[in-house]
């Protein structure tokens, strides 16, 4: 059973690579993901050498807990199958416990399992090379790994109990959810210097860790270093014994309970049109979603900005604007640009456009629900672009200043592109063409400039303050900050409104333009 289920899991792998030619795309994306990911882990664990030993268990503790609560929330709510489910094993007449135990070995034979694996050596060699004992080490990453690997199978055993009730769209929300905290996160304990030592309450909270399940197998090497190994240890022992407790009871109760009838025959449901609710705007920013996902139009704006923003700051540097001011310019580009997206979106529904004006959706309705995809995309690009910003610059306090400024641009932008899209509209490619091949137009220009400048123009306080606390007195950013915010909500409040009132007005200019163009 052991050698068939084994040599099944490597079936898997390589059928992986030999199927259809997109899902074979996917993986080997992903694959080379995780090793570019792994090779970072490695630099940074062997660089984590120089530095003290407190900063270097701060580091490892934060890093190793939260890589294994990953294991169980990606699968979770990740929308990830099992390959290796204990029920397709029923047949086979083997019991639960040794499907249990068989699938829990066949489990380390994965990708993500051996960049597991990679990390843990990483790691141990570290704290080995800083004098712990070998075998300490060795236990701290075996407990480690397998910590990881039953929580994964615990939590795609769980996610396969509550399937009916879980879909893609909420699954995608939540990751979402998950960028826009972790990665500010992630950036600010990445810059933080620790020259004075590890601040006190960081101290203590690293201690707590290492006491609960996540942190404990990881804590053994620097804890046998200080002599209190004793605690972790006991800690990461039980843990592993309850998981592998609780998920040998998991196969049990999947391989003997029968499903409910009909629950195979359960509706899908109407994926994002179940998620955004049933009122006009709802419907309309779910077709919406789909739209911006699906459409190369929309997903080649997507891609275009943030590297369009990201190259301004090669001239900068060129012509000798110092690299900590050079930066602070990326983010407040992305935060214009996206707000200044929106300004044509009536045109990229051609003909689709007769639903929204035959159904009587009032205008405001129609303009607040195509702003939502855009939104979700601005708040993810803008999470990362802010912060990553900051750091490169060095000044956390210009952390509000920046937020505040991209929040005018971001807004503004969208309450001015919610107005001009109803006045002024433009042909553009239709759909399932090139989205680089645009058609003979006379007009356009008005709409994109009146919104890139209008949206500049709506921020002006927000620059000045931010400037002021840049160059004056760091107390203007929280000015910069609420300022910035209160600016761009009213606009775009005012947007979406006198939007809507346009849009009522002009329902049947608006359908001939999209039969026309």
């Known amino acids: 059973m052991v050698a068939h289920v084994l040599r099944l899991r490597l079936d898997l792998l390589v059928g992986a690579l030999r199927g259809d030619r997109r899902q074979t795309v996917r993986t080997l994306v992903g694959v080379a993901v995780?090793?570019?990911?792994?090779?970072?882990?490695?630099?940074?664990?062997?660089?984590?050498?120089?530095?003290?030993?407190?900063?270097?268990?701060?580091v490892t503790i934060v890093a190793a807990s939260a890589l294994t609560l990953g294991f169980f929330v990606t699968v979770l709510v990740g929308g990830v199958d099992d390959q290796l489910d204990p029920r397709r094993f029923a047949v086979v007449g083997a019991s639960p416990r040794e499907i249990a135990g068989v699938t829990l070995l066949a489990s380390a034979i994965s990708v993500p399992a051996l960049a597991l694996i990679v990390v843990a050596v990483a790691l141990s060699a570290l704290w080995t090379d800083r004098g712990a004992?070998?075998?300490?080490?060795?236990?701290?990453?075996?407990?480690?790994?397998?910590?990881?690997?039953?929580?994964?199978?615990?939590?795609?055993?769980?996610?396969?109990?509550?399937?009916?009730?879980?879909?893609?769209?909420?699954?995608?929300?939540?990751?979402?959810?998950?960028?826009?905290?972790?990665?500010?996160?992630?950036?600010?304990?990445?810059?933080?210097?620790?020259?004075?030592?590890v601040p006190s309450a960081l101290v203590a909270a690293v201690d707590l860790l290492a006491l609960t399940p996540l942190g404990a197998a990881w804590a053994l090497p620097e804890r046998a270093l200080s002599g209190g190994a004793a605690a972790p240890a006991v800690i990461a022992v039980l843990s592993v014994a309850v998981l592998a407790a609780l998920w040998f009871?998991?196969?049990?109760?999947?391989?003997?309970?029968?499903?409910?009838?009909?629950?195979?025959?359960?509706?899908?449901?109407?994926?994002?049109?179940?998620?955004?609710?049933?009122?006009?705007?709802?419907?309309?920013?779910?077709?919406?979603?789909?739209?911006?996902?699906?459409?190369?139009?929309?997903?080649?704006?997507?891609?275009?900005?943030?590297?369009a923003a990201a190259l301004t700051v090669v001239p900068l540097l060129l012509v000798g604007v110092p690299f900590e001011f050079a930066v602070l310019l990326p983010a407040p580009l992305i935060a214009l640009f996206l707000g200044w997206l929106p300004h044509n979106d009536l045109a990229y529904d051609s003909t689709a456009l007769w639903m929204h004006i035959a159904g009587a959706v009032r205008g405001a309705a129609d303009r607040a629900g195509r702003l939502v995809p855009i939104a979700v995309v601005g708040v993810v690009m803008l999470a990362v672009a802010v912060p990553v910003t900051i750091s490169l610059h060095g000044r956390w306090a210009m952390l509000p200043a920046m937020a505040g400024v991209c929040a005018s641009l971001f807004l503004g932008g969208l309450g001015v592109s919610s107005l001009t899209s109803v006045i002024a509209p433009y042909a553009v490619s239709r759909p399932g063409d090139s989205p680089f091949q645009q058609p003979q137009r006379t007009g356009g220009g008005l709409s994109q400039a009146v919104v890139m400048f209008g949206a500049m123009l709506l921020s002006v306080p927000a620059l000045w303050w931010a400037w002021l606390a840049l160059s004056v007195d760091e107390s203007w950013a929280w000015t910069a900050l609420w300022g910035g915010v209160g600016i761009g909500a009213v606009a775009l409040l005012i947007g979406i409104f006198a939007g809507g009132a346009v849009f009522d007005r002009t329902g049947e200019r608006l359908m001939e333009f999209a039969e026309s163009t």
């Open 133 to 197: 004992p070998v075998w300490v080490s060795i236990v701290s990453a075996v407990l480690g790994v397998l910590t990881c690997l039953l929580l994964a199978k615990i939590g795609l055993a769980l996610a396969s109990m509550v399937r009916d009730r879980r879909s893609r769209e909420l699954t995608g929300v939540f990751l979402i959810a998950l960028i826009v905290v972790v990665v500010p996160v992630v950036v600010f304990l990445a810059s933080l210097q620790w020259t004075q030592g």
């Open 249 to 307: 009871w998991l196969v049990d109760r999947l391989m003997t309970t029968t499903e409910r009838p009909g629950a195979a025959r359960q509706r899908r449901g109407l994926g994002w049109f179940d998620l955004t609710g049933g009122t006009a705007a709802g419907g309309i920013a779910a077709r919406s979603i789909i739209y911006w996902f699906r459409d190369p139009r929309y997903l080649v704006n997507m891609i275009i900005v943030p590297i």
């Open 34 to 58: 995780i090793a570019v990911v792994v090779v970072a882990v490695c630099i940074a664990a062997w660089r984590l050498h120089a530095s003290s030993e407190d900063a270097a268990f701060t």
